[in-house]
């Protein structure tokens, strides 16, 4: 079934740094989301984007439309301890099947 | 206002047995969908309803079966378990419209079956 590139699988990174992940398909999508997963949990989104191009905030995260509608990225910045957890982007592509199709997951490990 | 609510959240099964996943919302949304969470391989699509009285498979549907039984409820039936079918699963609704905001995940499932 058809997946998103979604990069890096994993990263390690210090307390207080910025992250950076994305996701890139050969598709063109009409919508982007980004969720994250907390250990033992559900995924719960964190932002939705809706055209290209868009810029999003919530709170310490940014999240972008990409211009080419075919990808997008995530930022978090001054990263903490309960930022881990395994962060996902999904895209609806434009021929409206009531489907999402989801990256592989970035898995976030925070070092205090 | 539980959102979606799963269950069992644990369950061991022995190979060849069956068993039925259940999950209710109350979030009035028409479209309920089933994935699976395996290490390293993200969210699969198992089976999916757009609305009450339709059903769909997605990219993993063999050895499942489902049942809209009503707009609130979407079941997931596993008739003979196997150990592959070992996973952490999902279900999730979504509201479709001029804005979509994703789907609104349960707390999962997690099945073992040996």
């Known amino acids: 079934g058809q997946q998103l590139n979604q990069s890096p699988q994993s990263m390690f990174i210090q307390e207080g740094e910025d992250v950076s992940m994305n996701c890139t398909s050969s598709?063109?999508?009409?919508?982007w989301l980004w969720y994250k997963q907390d250990p033992g949990e559900g995924p719960v989104l964190l932002i939705a984007?809706?055209?290209?191009?868009e810029l999003t905030s919530n709170g310490r995260l940014t999240a972008q439309f990409g211009i080419t509608r075919k990808d997008s990225f995530l930022n978090i910045s001054a990263s903490i301890p309960s930022d881990v957890g395994i962060y996902f982007c999904a895209g609806l592509t434009t021929s409206g099947t009531y489907k999402y199709i989801f990256g592989t997951g970035t898995r976030l490990k925070v070092l205090a | 206002n539980a959102g979606v609510t799963q269950t069992p959240k644990f369950q061991v099964l022995k190979t060849g047995q069956s068993m039925t996943l259940q999950c209710a919302q109350d979030?009035?949304?028409?479209?309920m969908y089933w994935y699976r969470q395996d290490p390293g391989m993200g969210l699969r699509l198992i089976y999916y309803s757009a609305s009450e009285g339709t059903t769909d498979k997605g990219e993993v549907p063999n050895g499942y079966n489902v049942s809209r039984l009503n707009k609130r409820e979407f079941s997931l039936r596993l008739e003979s378990a196997a150990p592959s079918q070992t996973s952490v699963y999902f279900c999730a609704t979504a509201r479709w419209g001029q804005d979509n905001y994703g789907y609104t995940f349960g707390s999962g499932t997690r099945l073992t079956v040996v």
């Open positions: 598709s063109i999508f009409n919508t």
């Open positions: 984007l809706y055209k290209a191009g």
């Open positions: 979030m009035n949304h028409n479209s």
